[in-house]
């Protein structure tokens, strides 16, 4: 079954710039979630394709990874411009590591319809969850300055099993 997981977060009201490596975070430090990425708990399927769109422009080129697991990673919460610890996030969650996506913005629309986004197709990763969830955390790649309280949407396109 084809579905369109989606995930919308509000950024913490600070225009901090954030170095690469650290850790684009909910307000709540949570991991990202991916709600019903199965039909039941240990299903799976095929990532196809995944979606960033940003709510603002202000860092068009702006580059970030996205990490996904199958269970939440068994480190502390992911807080917003905490650095990622990239041994500690692949050897504590290794099992639960699924794999992650590159994304670099560019601009659409005109006006004040405009976004930033980008879209990464033929993916063709498989999954397993845990408990029907798959879950994420976005990490810069490069130095990025970012809106107050900017509104980041990721969408995976995923076939389930």
Same mark, same amino acid.
């Given at each position: 079954?084809? @579905?369109?997981?989606?995930?919308?977060? =509000?950024?913490?009201?600070?225009?901090?710039v954030?170095?690469? #490596? =650290?850790?684009?975070?909910?307000?709540?430090?949570? /991991?990202?979630? !991916?709600?019903?990425?199965?039909?039941?708990?240990?299903?799976?399927?095929?990532?196809?394709?995944?979606?960033?769109?940003?709510?603002?422009?202000?860092?068009?080129?702006?580059? !970030?990874? &996205?990490?996904? /697991?199958?269970?939440? %990673?068994?480190?502390?919460?992911? +807080? @917003?411009?905490?650095?990622? @610890?990239?041994?500690? !996030?692949?050897?504590n #969650?290794?099992?639960?590591? &699924?794999? /992650?996506? @590159? !994304?670099?913005? $560019?601009?659409?629309?005109? #006006?004040?319809?405009?976004?930033?986004?980008?879209f990464?197709?033929?993916? $063709?990763? +498989?999954?397993?969850?845990?408990?029907?969830?798959?879950?994420?955390?976005?990490?810069?790649?490069?130095a990025?300055? %970012?809106?107050?309280?900017?509104?980041?949407?990721l969408?995976?396109?995923?076939?389930?099993?």
């Open positions: 079954m084809i @579905d369109v997981l989606v995930c919308q977060f =509000q950024r913490t009201a600070s225009a901090t954030y170095a690469a #490596g =650290q850790i684009i975070g909910t307000a709540g430090g949570n /991991y990202i979630n !991916f709600n019903n990425a199965s039909s039941r708990g240990g299903g799976g399927g095929y990532l196809i394709s995944a979606h960033l769109i940003k709510g603002s422009l202000r860092e068009t080129g702006a580059s !970030f990874r &996205l990490w996904l /697991y199958s269970e939440p %990673p068994l480190v502390a919460a992911a +807080a @917003d411009y905490a650095n990622f @610890d990239t041994q500690a !996030f692949t050897n #969650g290794e099992n639960l590591l &699924l794999g /992650y996506v @590159d !994304f670099v913005c $560019n601009t659409v629309g005109q #006006g004040t319809s405009q976004k930033a986004l980008h990464v197709n033929n993916i $063709n990763m +498989a999954y397993k969850t845990g408990n029907r969830s798959i879950y994420g955390v976005l990490v810069c790649t490069a990025y300055v %970012p809106e107050v309280s900017e509104l980041i949407t969408k995976l396109l995923v076939d389930q099993f």
